[in-house]
């Protein structure tokens, strides 16, 4: 049986990295973004494989995400994951940041996880298979100012929240929180961090953990941070 995954932001960062170790385990892979060249491009880069979809998309937009969905089922008759990765960041704070680009950031780290949930749901039922939501430990420690960070301590409460509904119709759902990650979310802040960053391989590597755990498993949450980062 071959199992497919469905990954939102699934073009570069921790989304492609997650659909390049799927891929080498031969799943069937579907990556959106709102990036058609960056999907084309990240393609081309793995040879065009028969067993990758990629669909031009916005993750905060419900008939993106319905289309995503219909379109992997359509392809590869089955969904056995969900992996909600998109997200974005203004990198400012709410006393002194510029609240233009802050709709865009809520609704992509927030209702994106949600719209792909609803989407999802059905087919993962019949699959007995996993939702995957990738938070940050922003989304655990409070950090002055940071409404980036609220939106993952959102993502923290959809995690747990959306168990307890689906639990009982056998799909289990992980949220996994990366620490400070080495990945095109640091582009618009112009710098990386400092200290030790995590890879985006590293990060995948818990997901496509979280998705390969005996039937009767749930794993839940799971953050993982660079050695040495305090916070």
Same mark, same amino acid.
């Given at each position: 049986?071959?199992?497919?995954?469905?990954?939102?932001?699934?073009?570069?960062?921790?989304?492609?990295?997650?659909?390049?170790?799927?891929?080498?385990?031969?799943?069937? *892979?579907?990556?959106?973004?709102?990036?058609?060249?960056?999907?084309?491009?990240?393609?081309?880069?793995?040879?065009?494989?028969?067993?990758?979809?990629?669909?031009?998309?916005?993750?905060?937009? #419900?008939?993106?995400?319905?289309h995503?969905?219909?379109?992997?089922?359509?392809? #590869?008759?089955?969904l056995?994951?969900?992996?909600?990765?998109?997200?974005?960041?203004? @990198?400012d704070?709410?006393?002194?940041?510029? $609240?233009?680009g802050?709709?865009?950031?809520?609704?992509?780290?927030?209702?994106?996880? +949600?719209?792909?949930?609803?989407?999802?749901?059905? +087919?993962?039922?019949?699959?007995?298979?996993?939702? !995957?939501l !990738?938070?940050?430990v922003?989304?655990?420690? @409070?950090?002055p100012?940071?409404? #980036?960070?609220a939106?993952?301590?959102? *993502?923290?409460?959809?995690?747990?929240?959306?168990r307890?509904?689906?639990?009982?119709?056998?799909?289990?759902?992980? @949220?996994?929180a $990366?620490?400070?990650?080495?990945?095109?979310?640091?582009?618009? #802040?112009?710098?990386l961090?400092?200290?030790?960053?995590?890879?985006?391989?590293?990060?995948?590597?818990? *997901?496509?953990?979280s998705? @390969?755990?005996?039937?009767? !498993?749930d794993v839940?949450?799971?953050?993982?941070?660079?050695?040495?980062?305090?916070?």
């Amino acid at each position: 049986m071959t199992r497919v995954a469905l990954i939102t932001g699934g073009g570069s960062g921790i989304g492609a990295a997650v659909a390049r170790q799927l891929l080498a385990q031969d799943w069937k *892979v579907a990556v959106t973004g709102r990036g058609e060249d960056r999907l084309a491009a990240f393609a081309k880069e793995l040879g065009d494989p028969e067993g990758l979809l990629t669909l031009p998309g916005n993750a905060a937009e #419900y008939t993106d995400v319905q289309h995503a969905v219909d379109k992997t089922l359509e392809t #590869y008759g089955r969904l056995d994951a969900a992996v909600a990765n998109a997200g974005t960041a203004t @990198h400012d704070s709410v006393a002194e940041g510029d $609240p233009s680009g802050w709709p865009e950031m809520i609704l992509t780290n927030v209702l994106g996880p +949600a719209l792909l949930i609803r989407a999802s749901i059905d +087919a993962l039922r019949a699959t007995q298979g996993r939702i !995957v939501l !990738v938070g940050s430990v922003a989304g655990f420690v @409070h950090g002055p100012g940071n409404l #980036y960070g609220a939106t993952k301590w959102a *993502v923290t409460g959809l995690a747990e929240n959306t168990r307890r509904q689906v639990t009982e119709w056998g799909v289990g759902v992980t @949220h996994i929180a $990366p620490g400070r990650t080495e990945t095109p979310f640091w582009d618009s #802040y112009g710098s990386l961090p400092p200290g030790h960053l995590l890879t985006a391989d590293q990060i995948a590597g818990s *997901v496509v953990w979280s998705l @390969h755990q005996p039937e009767g !498993v749930d794993v839940n949450t799971v953050v993982v941070r660079p050695t040495g980062q305090p916070v």
